[in-house]
């Protein structure tokens, strides 16, 4: 089991950047896939990034390529999300997400929510025009 713990989160103006971290919990935490989602007001949760296990590999939203980057530090027990050129439709609670895949080397990433079976409380991110 994995406990998922976001911050980084804040008010920046359009075009600025912010750094997401998501820090886990145990000592496993290179056994699971990582994924960035994101829920705007009154919208419903969508996928932003994903990385596998190794980080090896990595997976963007239409919306989030060119702009954000996912990370992982699995030394840190910790996955990040760059975002930079931030847009006003940017504006969300962003979660991550853990997938247990049992394995360290492994290249799939996952960009459907139902796989995951850990998440974090959330991180609000607030672009201003």
């Known amino acids: 089991q994995v406990q998922l713990v976001e911050s980084g989160g804040g008010l920046v103006q359009a075009g600025g950047s912010l750094r997401l971290s998501c820090e886990a919990s145990?000592?496993?935490?290179?056994?699971?896939?990582m994924g960035w989602f994101r829920q705007a007001p009154g919208k419903e949760r969508e996928f932003a990034a994903a990385?596998?296990?190794?980080?090896?590999?990595?997976y963007y939203a239409e919306s989030a390529k060119g702009r954000f980057t996912v990370s992982r530090n699995n030394a840190k027990n910790t996955v990040y999300l760059q975002m930079n050129s931030l847009k006003p439709e940017d504006t969300a609670v962003y979660y991550c997400?853990?997938?247990?895949?049992?394995?360290?080397?492994?290249?799939?990433?996952?960009?459907?929510?139902?796989?995951?079976?850990?998440w974090g409380q959330g991180t609000q991110v607030t672009v201003s025009s």
């Open positions: 997400a853990a997938k247990y895949i049992g394995r360290v080397y492994s290249d799939r990433y996952y960009p459907n929510e139902h796989e995951y079976g850990y």
């Open positions: 145990g000592r496993t935490f290179s056994t699971y896939a």
């Open positions: 990385i596998s296990t190794s980080g090896g590999s990595t």
